[in-house]
T-cell receptor, first 117, second 113 residues
């Protein structure tokens, strides 16, 4: 089946620094990638949707200048948390979808645990 | 807006026990309904789906029936195994070109030998 990887799996950074999370589709071309955020005991919240080669579409309430998303190729999307603060600590999950597939046919990465100290 | 409500967890069962995980939803129109499973250290995987009322999704011994009258999509399995230990998410997707998934909070299932 389709595999999506994320790197790193865990990251600890200091307040005020930026951190980049990578999401890769390993064996298919991902025309659309999604970034989710999950708080403890909460559901996955969609942050943004990105299509290859175009700007990401952010959900209401998500700061686009703080969470920079780049989808420069059909196999790679990155999420950069800029000027991170402790409240940005969370579990970030990406998913990818191939061309023409339905919304639910998303393949999920294993997630990245971000801790901001 | 759309929302999905799952029963509170965690749930701990003995092997071969019967499993029910409740899920109800709120949505406009006619959403599609899903159960995703996340095994330790892995990404979410689609477990089963139902796209219209009275449809039954099934996979790996799990079943769920799309009940429009009660806006529910409860997950059941007659005899759980230790390997079923995972986090289970109920989700819905509206229709259309820009459809998105809305997830419930997820529930952790632990099955002991």
């Amino acid at each position: 089946g389709a595999v999506v990887s994320q790197h790193p799996s865990r990251v600890i950074c200091k307040s005020g620094t930026s951190v980049k999370i990578e999401c890769r589709s390993l064996d298919f071309q991902a025309t659309t990638m999604f970034w989710y955020r999950q708080f403890p005991k909460q559901s996955l919240m969609l942050m943004a949707t990105s299509n290859e080669g175009s700007k990401a579409t952010y959900e209401q309430g998500v700061e686009k200048d703080k969470f920079l998303i780049n989808h420069a190729s059909l196999t790679l999307s990155t999420l950069t948390v800029t000027s991170a603060h402790p409240e940005d600590s969370s579990f970030y999950i990406c998913s990818a979808r191939g061309h023409g597939e339905s919304s639910y046919e998303q393949y999920f990465g294993p997630g990245t645990r971000l801790t901001v100290t | 807006g759309n929302s999905v409500t799952q029963m509170e967890g965690p749930v701990t069962l003995s092997e071969e026990a019967f499993l029910t995980i409740n899920c109800t939803y709120t949505a406009t129109g006619y959403p599609s309904l899903f159960w995703y499973v996340q095994y330790p250290g892995e990404g979410l995987q689609l477990l089963l789906k139902a796209t219209k009322a009275d449809d039954k999704g099934s996979n790996k011994g799990f079943e769920a029936t799309y009940r429009k009258e009660t806006t529910s999509f409860h997950l059941e399995k007659g005899s759980v195994q230790v390997s079923d230990s995972a986090v289970y998410f109920c989700a819905l997707s509206d229709t259309g070109a820009n459809s998105k998934l809305t997830f419930g909070k997820g529930i952790t299932l632990s099955v002991r030998p």
